[in-house]
């Protein structure tokens, strides 16, 4: 694959894959996503961790759960490149095998796996990239600065899976930014110690930076929050400017980095959803109601809140996405077609974000 411009760690929603699916051309040749296959059912799974006893235990019911859903990602991504993480469905490999198998076999994906995962699970991945010809990536969960202990696991990971540099692609994932300076310092002392190791064939730094919540919605509709995420691969960029590879962009666009860890919600959801908008330092939030007799109508005019402010890019001159062009839309229509739900907003975010990152980082929008 083309080295990419930005990868997006993105869960396999229909709200993050038709995001992807309405991408221009040009964008979707620059970006390389990395999917998170969400649980089939049970709690939130913890980052790194596996839940003991697995909620998921009905073979029959995984296969029939899972084989649509990665058909339906193979068909949204086509011929584009990425990475699939299967860690939420792997362990039951008696119903997750054929889904896996046909990922590795008709897709254009990269399978995942990871230091702190089962070896036994880490080996049956690792032959599944191999049959597939495409590699494999690693991902490394950074919740602290690794030391030389995690440097000599991951070694001892790539010594076991047997796969020439050429075809092994690391992936730093910082997870969720709270502290902009603690995280630095991971990603710095991750960039130093394991970027070295071997000759990877690519090196993403991921992170994320939207909020989990919209906490005291009700009083304060509108937000303004910082991009850490950008922020924190600017810093390392500019502390590290001789590096000898490429440090890819990665962030979790405009979800929450826990949002690929979290099963399909069985029941009704709150009465409310957040339209959001990407500018170069800032995430725009705004919260808009799903139910109630107005509605359709406050939900426009939460749209028009973002349309009309300074940061929006739809007469740049450059082109706006499919994102832009629905929210103009649903600033300025009329009555409840186009005024989109909970789930639209997400979709609609996730475009116009990955759509301005590729721009933001130097490529064709």
């Known amino acids: ?70 058909n339906s990602l193979t068909d949204a991504m086509t011929d584009a490149a990425g990475w699939v993480d299967t860690v939420h469905v792997e362990a039951l490999l008696e119903g997750s095998a054929t889904a896996l198998w046909h990922l590795a076999t008709k897709s254009s994906l990269r399978l995942v796996t990871g230091p702190e995962r089962d070896p036994q699970q880490q080996r049956y991945i690792a032959d599944l990239a191999f049959v597939s010809g ?31 540099p050429a075809q092994l692609d690391l992936i730093l994932d910082v997870g969720l930014v709270v502290d902009p300076r603690e995280s630095g310092r991971t990603a710095l002392t991750a960039v130093d110690l ?48 001789g590096l000898p590879r490429k440090v890819t962009y990665g962030d979790y666009s405009v979800e929450h980095a ?38 359709v109508i406050r939900a426009r005019t939460t749209a028009r809140w973002i349309v009309e402010g300074g940061a929006f890019r739809g007469d740049d001159g450059a082109g706006p996405s499919a994102g832009e062009r629905w929210l103009r839309s649903c600033a300025y229509g009329d009555g409840p077609r186009g005024s989109g739900n909970a789930e639209k907003w997400i979709q609609v975010g996730h475009n116009q974000h990955m759509h301005f990152a590729v721009r933001q980082l130097g490529g064709t929008g």
């Open 258 to 295: 826990c949002s690929g860890n979290i099963a399909p919600a069985r029941h009704p959801g709150p009465g409310w959803g957040v339209l959001r908008y990407t500018t170069p330092e800032s995430f725009l939030l705004a919260r808009a109601p799903t139910r109630g007799r107005d509605h």
């Open 194 to 241: 394991l970027a070295p190791l071997i000759p990877w064939r690519t090196v993403v730094l991921a992170s994320g930076a939207f909020p989990r919540t919209f906490e005291g919605h009700c009083t304060q509709p509108f937000r303004v929050l910082a991009r850490h995420d950008w922020q924190l691969y600017r810093s390392v960029c500019a502390a590290r400017p």
């Open 134 to 164: 495409r590699g494999l990536g690693i991902r490394v969960l950074l919740d602290g600065p690794p030391d030389e202990a995690e440097a000599t696991e991951l070694r001892s990971l790539i010594e076991r899976l047997r796969q020439p």
């Open 1 to 70: 694959m083309v080295e990419p411009s930005y990868v997006p760690v993105l869960p396999t929603t229909r709200a993050a894959q038709a995001a992807f699916c309405h991408l221009g051309v040009r964008a979707r040749q620059r970006i390389a996503p990395l999917w998170t296959v969400i649980p089939r059912i049970g709690p939130e799974r913890i980052r790194g961790t596996r839940p003991v006893p697995d909620p998921d235990t009905d073979p029959a019911e995984l296969r029939r759960w899972l084989a649509p859903r990665m």
